[in-house]
């Protein structure tokens, strides 16, 4: 998703066509991003000047209500046409449909996809300021009201992470009426994704919350939770250091390995067979309980 990696431009275009040659299936999940979240597109898969081959779609779709789709292609919707009964107990409700229309009608008579993109880009703007003033702010990134910002530990380049602070970070907003969440391979990006109705006010209302949390609340902690952070990255170096030891070591191993796989092989193999042997000789069974009752019968 757009806060935690931003594609380069071009990416999919490039990523897409090598995907069907090797026979695989493009699928754009816009659950987050789509209806007019980033701005620019009413996509975000549009951003990046492709056509999926599958699309799927829920959440704001129904505001609220539960409502969930898959959009495709007729090709790829004609594959599942193979004599297999495909049946959906909620599916195609009038009520669900009658739902999504509204929603959609409403996007763009109040003009969100177009607040979206305004609201999104002064506050990435100004949360781009803020992260001049504060070291541990580091790239904030996204696109119109999906936005994330990294929480960094200053001076250490090369392992920047910082889960504790970030995990402070949203509780300290909380308690001010504030909801982001964490997010992120390392926990560490802070995630903004308010409602498409939310206003230039609302932004403000945040950023007041983030810059008195940032500077009345943050530096009686800062050291603590950087401290913590800081013994993370160690303890998570010398795993890499110990990983490194054991992998020097995989060649003495390797025979050893792969005699133990083998022996599995040859054990599930062999479990294999008697489970077969096990079923055929329940079927014969079966088979002889049923002739024996329809002859009595």
Known sequence: AVPQIMLPPGYLAAIYPLVREAGGVCVADEVQTGFGRVGEHYWAF???????????????????????????THAMAR????????????????????????????????KLQENALRVGNFLISRLRQLSKQYPFLGHVRGMGLFIGVEVVVPDHPSQPHARNLAEWLCSALRSRRVLVSTDGPQGNVLKMKPPLCFSQRDAAFFLGAMGSVLAEDLPAVKNSLLEKDLSLLKASEAS???????????????????????????????????????????????????????TRS
């Open 46 to 72: 549009q951003s990046q000047g492709v056509v999926p081959d599958v699309v799927t779609l829920g959440k704001p779709m129904g505001n609220g209500f539960p409502l969930a789709a898959v959009v495709t």
């Open 240 to 294: 890499a250091i110990q990983f490194a030891k054991e992998q020097s070591n995989s060649n003495v191993c390797e025979y050893k390995a792969k005699k133990f796989r083998n022996d599995c092989v040859s054990f599930v193999s062999n479990c294999n067979y008697q489970i077969a042997v096990g079923l055929g000789s329940v079927s014969i069974i079966l088979i002889f309980c049923w002739s024996r009752f329809r």
């Open 79 to 110: 594959t599942f046409h193979n004599g297999m009964e495909y049946f959906n107990t909620f599916g195609g409700s009038n009520l669900a449909c009658a739902v999504g229309l509204e929603v959609m009608q409403i996007i763009e008579d109040e």
